[in-house]
């Protein structure tokens, strides 16, 4: 089939008459910019072509629960960010949208909610931002002009790694406040660039859970 009697057979199963299925297809080619891909055969269309058919087909007729599965595969970075405007779009506009990838920061940054599953077994569901703090472990980024601060650490700190340029991860080992600390950097004679709290991704909470699951 070509692809806009594709797309028109879709929308009409999902209850659009031929007139609205015709508009919509116009629509999203137009935003897209696809016009010229209308008469092209299914078949001939490349995996990211297909993918943007395939997102076309699942919102043309407006759907108020989307279930996207791995909906950014073979597409380029140019193509995923503009997929990703309209789910944000539609999520706007009141859609529930589940989305499900094993893209861990494609999750971190879309979702608000998430269920990690592994095996088959849930074992890590919330919000997003819930679950980044509280697995959180009291890591900064600091970056300063003036003397380096790694043998001379205000207490309750301690240098952690390197950044393998011109910063330091450093860790809380009491419980001192982030503003202390950065008073004893500026007392001691640096300028601070930046200084940031670092929480860990989803991707190494992910890892974390399933290997203590694995060696309980």
Not at 119 to 138: A, M, P, R, T, Y
């Amino acid at each position: 089939m070509k692809v806009a009697d594709h797309l028109i057979y879709l929308a009409q199963l999902k209850g659009l008459s031929r007139a609205d299925a015709i508009a919509n297809i116009k629509s999203w080619f137009d935003k897209f910019e696809i016009a010229d891909w209308r008469s092209k055969k299914v078949e001939e269309l490349s995996k990211g072509m297909q993918q943007k058919i395939q997102f076309i087909a699942t919102v043309i007729h407006k759907p108020q629960l989307l279930i996207l599965d791995e909906p950014f595969s073979g597409l380029d970075p140019v193509n995923a960010n503009l997929i990703k405007d309209e789910i944000y779009g539609l999520n706007k506009a009141g859609a529930t949208i589940i989305f499900s990838t094993h893209r861990m920061e494609q999750v971190e940054e879309i979702c608000k909610e998430i269920v990690l599953v592994n095996k088959g077994k849930v074992i890590l569901s919330g919000n997003v931002s819930d679950i980044k703090e509280q697995f959180k472990e009291h890591k900064y980024l600091l970056r300063v002009n003036g003397e380096a601060i790694q043998n001379h650490m205000p207490g309750h700190f301690e240098a952690y790694d390197s950044t393998g340029g011109d910063g330091i991860i450093i860790k809380a080992t009491g419980n001192v406040s982030a503003s202390a600390f950065l008073k004893d950097v500026i007392n001691q004679g640096n300028e601070i660039r930046e200084f940031r709290e670092i929480l860990p991704t989803l991707n190494e909470i992910f890892i974390k859970k399933v290997t203590e699951r694995e060696n309980a």
